[in-house]
């Protein structure tokens, strides 16, 4: 029993070490190499005391990454989801990091890369939907058109 626990463990640390990962995750890679579930929870419980798994600190990381690459609320819930982190979390860590202010940039920097300048409306049709996809609710894409819409007018009607 010590020498399986042994090896749940090394190959535990093989895993945390590459890169970071849910305790959901971690676990059903342990028992898919062959740990029991038993075994597989003593050794998350044993990485969680060294601080080598923190769902909250990877949530944040997650979060991070997706809001910067220009993801809406939708898209990061959906990455939460696949990667196990807690669903009691997901509201929590999206409401105290992610501001309505931030969400908007993100859309509207998305929108300039996207368009370039261009007002034609079915250019502006596919941009929204691309918001859509991306995570973004549709009040949050007609807003980012709005805006665009607003400052790209005024950018056109000056001398």
Known sequence: M???????????L?????????ASELKKR?????DSEEEAELTIN???????IDDLDYAHSILKHYSEKGYGPARIRDE?????????????ILESKLEDSDVQIA???????KLRGCLEEA??????NALIRRGFSYDQARSAIGYYLE??????NEP
Do not use: Q
């Open 2 to 12: 010590e020498e399986k626990h042994s090896e749940s463990r090394t190959r535990a």
């Open 14 to 22: 093989r895993v945390v070490s590459k890169r970071s990962i849910s």
């Open 30 to 34: 342990l028992i898919t190499k062959g």
């Open 46 to 52: 044993w990485l969680k005391e060294l601080g080598l």
């Open 80 to 92: 939460f989801f696949k990667r196990g982190i807690p669903r009691d979390m997901w509201d929590d």
């Open 107 to 113: 859309a509207n920097v998305f929108l300039e890369k």
């Open 123 to 128: 250019d502006l049709n596919r941009a929204s």
């Open 151 to 156: 400052s790209n007018e005024l950018n056109h």
